[in-house]
């Protein structure tokens, strides 16, 4: 898959439970996101999980949602409809991604390691 000129990757990582399939397998969840950098809308994203059908359900959650505004939008979704043990993890991830999608926005040094 090709992505635009204007799109830009960014990673958002979140602790999970203890008990989380995904803290064994990987040691956090980490949600991988392609972002339009001009208009903030998320083109697509992908996830550490352990079942495909989980990663393509976040998918849907966040695929033509804006970064810039729809957090409370994305937040209500994960937690009216997604019930896995990531849940908070999830939204936790996209915080940290939307963090630095606004740091790589307004021009200030990104930092990969942070």
Avoid: W
């Amino acid at each position: 898959m090709m992505f635009a000129d204007n799109t830009v990757y960014i990673v958002g990582n979140a602790k999970t439970q203890q008990n989380n399939p995904i803290t064994h397998h990987y040691t956090q969840l980490f949600i991988g996101f392609v972002v339009e950098k001009d208009t903030g809308k998320i083109v697509t994203c992908a996830s550490s999980v352990i079942l495909p059908l989980t990663g393509e359900f976040i998918t849907s959650l966040f695929s033509g949602r804006s970064m810039r505004e729809d957090f409370e939008v994305i937040k209500q979704q994960i937690e009216s409809r997604y019930f896995g043990s990531s849940q908070k993890a999830i939204v936790v991830a996209f915080k940290d991604a939307q963090k630095k999608f606004f740091r790589i926005i307004s021009g200030q040094p990104f930092d990969v390691n942070d």
